[in-house]
């Protein structure tokens, strides 16, 4: 049986498989109870439990906004891009517009993919309208994971400015790319993402053309 002293054990263990487990043995846990265990975890000296309890902040943080604030913005100057871009991912999650100036700047120095992924992604969960320059410069992005996560966040953001952005993605070769923007195209409101979306309501790919149909 799982109990806080169990996973308390764990979570102090010299050895991080033990540690590891212990994390994710918290999601069996009261939510209170569970945060308060996992703040020592999120600088752990092991990079995967450092990952995992950053990313179970994305549920466990409501417990403490402001605290869980600072925990990920320390994170986000973790020395490892996968803990950087859970921490992203986090912020996303809890909605955590405080950290925005954060997010921009790491998107600008860093050079991996990934954590550029998951900042474009997390500023679609933000909503926030600082964030248009930064996603319209990730559409041009050398990765079309990072162009369609823009496109999304995009949508999301609901900037009727990029309308004139997103259209010629409505003819990109990748139907993914094109499905991604009908979904966005479909939250802008404008009369010419409507004419983009009559035009997705015929593609060749039948989710491409059933969800331009359905934004229609």
Known sequence: MTTPDSVKELLESNNFGDRLRGVNHLRQLDPAIAYDLIKPSVTDENVRVR???VSQLASL???????????LKAALFD???DVQAAAADSIGGLHLTEAYEDLEKLYQRTPEWLV???IVAALG??????????????LNSESD???T???GSLGELGDDRAVPLLI?????????IRHRVAQALGQLKTPEAKAALETLANDEMEQVAELAKSAL
């Open 79 to 81: 020395p490892e891009p």
């Open 116 to 118: 550029r992924f998951s």
């Open 61 to 71: 943080g409501e417990q403490n906004r402001s605290e869980s604030l600072s925990l």
């Open 51 to 53: 990952y995992a309890a």
């Open 125 to 138: 969960e933000l909503g926030d309208a600082r964030g248009y320059d930064l996603l319209a410069d990730a």
């Open 168 to 176: 010629p993605y409505a003819t990109s070769p990748d139907w993914q």
């Open 149 to 151: 996560a823009a496109i």
């Open 145 to 147: 994971l990072v162009i």
